[in-house]
């Protein structure tokens, strides 16, 4: 795959906002299954906060490519006041992402000389192999350690960084004010990269199950079950679990519904400008245009010097920021490291599962961004996924390489809807279907075939655009997230209406991981999405701040899905 494939959703949330500059007051000590828990206690919103709250055991040493272990229990009471390690991951590897938003939210050049100097210096915290914590934002205890009502919803959240970056202690994922509308807030860290994504020959011989790979999948499968068997001595309610992620936690949301070990363990989910379902990796065979996981796990090796005959001890003496040094260094062996399916830990392909009906239905609230591909099309410039080399202008030329993938009706809608045989609109209209392509027609099919499983289904789409005349970004990927979270950066330009859009987006999602309905007192009707219909949170160019649409982009949608289900074919009688 190209190289955007891997690094498309490596966008980080900006996180200009330093949570907890002020040292806040401890709890007293909570008890848990692990042991004896101090935290934070968060007197101006009631909202406790415990970090680093280890899920499983570090998977350092003869762990290191495993599943997880079991958790470590405390003899001594302990100090959940700081974040645990972030797992490993190419250091500023992200940073022309960040650069990008940035420069595209139009702000004069002092003020973005300001802000990117304020995140060149912001701490980046440490990397590390053992870095298998969570942290938990709770309303329902006090700072006396004791639970103050009846038991909560759980919100868990998976971050998004392409399943190489990221970390869950990210300054726009720390904020009170989903915790303060109800619910237990918890989000994790997962393996990245190489160290949760790469199989191998050598690994797969060595593992009692005979697969190797997935480790990243297997650690969120970890954290929820650390929940389920935790999150009550936090206020929270193990029966009503909520999955939710941005980008490649969107990702993760999908493939969590895909494997059957995480039934039982959510009971909703929330997927933000991200889904699995184009992802055709198997373990150990080429996919449609995707190396197995084999193949990356050997080449991997190959660079490193050691023999295709290696052993899974050889593999575990490599250093760990030799790797990471590695992979940095040639991003098209990072191309591998995603889950694969494997017949264990994945059965099927996840877009051949959610087609089949063979995944864990669930109530569902998915959606995406109006300009996803704003941050990344100018890196590689093609419209579609599914072609390499794609001609940049010449209508027959272009008819000529879509035609076999997508057939002759929809390859002629894409051309009219799109205009990109023209020239001077190829950047434009070529950066939108790439957007609609990856992420649009895949939260769409997700949202669809949820709701053919009996489950109540609703999708969005989110188009609010930076303040400023002067920006070029849209409504970006990961544009949302701080809506969610009520965590916009003033230094960026918050607007009343900015407020107004984050209030309605944060009631939707806390009632919905309430009871699998979005809907509320004094909210705008979401109604699901039986007959295309979209909930469009924008309130741009005097539009109103929500508004529901019956089949937004749908003749674009329609014609690229076609792609979709021609790759899903090909891929459906592989052999793991």
């Keep these: 795959m190209r190289k955007f494939i891997t690094l498309i959703l490596a966008t980080t949330a900006l996180g200009l906002t330093a949570c907890g500059d002020e040292p806040l007051p401890p709890t007293n000590a909570v008890e848990t299954p ?54 490993m991951q190419p250091i500023g590897g992200e940073n022309s992402f960040i650069n990008r938003i940035i420069e595209g939210q139009g702000l004069n050049g002092v003020k973005e000389t300001l802000v990117k100097g304020v995140v060149a210096s912001m701490p980046a915290g440490e990397f590390s192999e053992d870095c298998l914590y969570l942290n938990v934002r709770t309303p ?107 980008s490649a936690g969107g990702w993760s949301v999908t493939e969590l519904m895909s494997a059957p070990m995480a039934k039982g363990l959510f009971h909703r989910a929330i997927g933000q400008s991200g889904a699995s379902t184009y992802h055709l990796g198997s373990l150990d065979d080429n996919g449609t245009m995707w190396p197995s996981g084999h193949a990356g796990g050997l080449e991997l090796a190959k660079s490193m010097g050691l023999p295709e005959t290696a052993s899974a001890t050889d593999l575990r003496a490599l250093s760990a920021t030799d790797i990471m040094e590695t992979v940095g260094a040639n991003i098209e062996i990072g191309e591998a490291f995603h889950t694969v399916r494997d017949g264990v830990v994945l059965p099927k392909n996840i877009g051949v599962a959610f087609r089949d009906g063979d995944f864990i239905a669930v109530p569902t609230l998915f959606g995406y961004n109006g300009d996803e591909g704003t941050l990344f099309f100018g890196d590689d410039p093609e419209p579609t996924v599914w072609l390499e080399g794609f001609p940049r202008e010449g209508k027959a030329a272009q008819m000529t390489a879509l035609e076999p993938i997508f057939g002759s009706n929809a390859a002629q809608t894409l051309l009219s809807e799109y205009k990109i045989s023209d020239a001077e609109t190829f950047m434009e209209q070529g950066t939108q279907m790439l957007g609609d392509e990856i992420f649009g027609v895949n939260v769409r099919f997700v949202t669809r075939q949820s709701a053919k499983a009996g489950q109540p289904s609703y999708i969005y789409a989110f188009t609010r655009i930076p303040p400023s005349e002067k920006q070029t970004i849209g409504a970006y990927h990961g544009a949302e997230i701080p809506f969610v979270f009520g965590t916009g950066e003033e230094a960026l330009g918050i607007s009343e209406e900015d407020m107004q859009i984050s209030e309605l987006m944060q009631n939707y999602w806390v009632n919905f991981a309430r009871t699998g309905n979005p809907n509320g007192e004094g909210l705008p009707n979401w109604p699901q999405h039986n007959s295309e219909n979209w909930m469009v949170f924008g309130g741009n160019n005097e539009r109103p701040l929500t508004a529901v649409e019956t089949g937004f982009r749908k003749a674009k949608l329609d014609a690229l899905e076609n792609g979709l289900m021609y790759h899903l074919d090909l891929v459906d009688t592989d052999a793991p």
């Design 34 to 87: 692990q042991g004896k828990v101090i935290g934070e206690w968060n007197e101006d919103t009631g909202v406790a906060n415990f970090m680093g709250l280890p899920f499983a055991a570090p998977p350092v040493g003869d762990l290191r490519w495993r599943p997880p272990a079991s958790a470590p229990t405390f003899s001594e009471t302990y100090s959940a006041t700081a974040f645990g390690n972030r797992c």
């Design 140 to 246: 329902n205890l006090g700072q006396d350690g004791m639970m103050d009502g009846e038991k909560l919803p759980v919100m868990v959240w998976i971050h998004g960084g392409g399943h190489s970056f990221g970390s869950g202690d990210q300054g726009f994922y720390q904020g009170d004010a989903l915790p303060q509308k109800g619910v237990v807030l918890v989000t994790i860290n997962y393996r990245l990269g190489a160290f949760g994504y790469m199989a191998h020959p050598a690994l797969t011989a060595d593992d009692p199950r005979g697969v190797s790979g997935n480790y990243g999948l297997l650690d969120q499968i970890a954290a929820l079950n650390w929940v389920k068997s935790n999150i009550e001595s936090y206020g929270g309610d193990a029966g009503n679990v909520t999955i939710f992620g941005e």
